[in-house]
T-cell receptor, first 113, second 120 residues
């Protein structure tokens, strides 16, 4: 089955700096890669996603890049703000009838004011 | 749109009792829902895939007789933790997959707010 590795497990940055979180996946058939933000005790919220036919996608301060050959994808947050502090999860899935998401281990991002 | 609710948001029960958790898609139909379990400071672990009108598909290591799943309608799936024990204490989250514009399943999954189960 699919295996998703996520690094780093914790990340501390100064407000205004950029943050980068990286994930690798094992199944070359995976074609959908969402990123979720989860605040303590809350539900995961989809913040951005990318499909395998695209190499990069951007939404304001958030961008995701995908390297299908290397089987890795990354989340980039620019001009970080304290409210960006949360746990971020990457995931991978194959959009077939199952479409199960396999999650990475999570990254706890702390943005220091 | 694409709102998923869960009930209850938290529950405390005694060891040996059963607890039912409901997951509802409020403004869309979901033929497929997913149940996850999350321990503190850990990732989401898929427990089972719930399909409307058919039996759930359980992940390896998840006891289907202990975690009963019923997906009786296009907007409701239930997870019943039977004969709960303290080690079942966890955060249980469901998600639902949205049908796309063409009437087929889309990529996105939307999560419920979770249910915190504490077994004493």
């Amino acid at each position: 089955g699919e295996n998703v590795e996520q690094h780093p497990s914790t990340l501390s940055v100064q407000e205004g700096d950029s943050a980068v979180i990286k994930c690798t996946y094992s199944d070359s058939a995976s074609n959908y890669f969402p990123w979720y933000k989860q605040e303590l005790g809350k539900r995961p919220q989809l913040i951005i996603d990318i499909r395998s036919n695209v190499g990069e996608k951007k939404d304001q301060r958030i961008a995701v890049t995908l390297n299908k050959t290397a089987k890795h994808f990354s989340l980039h947050i620019t001009e970080t703000q304290p409210e960006d502090s949360a746990v971020y999860f990457c995931a991978a899935s194959i959009n077939n009838a199952g479409n199960m998401l396999t999650f990475g281990g999570g990254t706890r991002l702390m943005v220091k004011p | 749109g694409a709102v998923v609710s869960q009930h209850p948001s938290w529950v405390i029960c005694k060891s040996g009792t059963s607890v039912k958790i409901e997951c509802r898609s409020l403004d869309f139909q979901a033929t497929t829902m997913f149940w996850y379990r999350q321990f503190p400071k850990q990732s989401l672990m898929l427990m089972a895939t719930s399909n409307e009108g058919s039996k759930a598909t359980y992940e390896q290591g998840v006891e289907k007789d202990k975690f009963l799943i019923n997906h009786a309608s296009l907007t409701l799936s239930t997870l019943t933790v039977t004969s709960a024990h303290p080690e079942d204490s966890s955060f249980y989250i469901c998600s639902a997959r949205l049908f796309g514009l063409a009437g087929g399943p889309s990529y996105e999954q939307y999560f419920g707010p979770g249910t915190r189960l504490t077994v004493t």
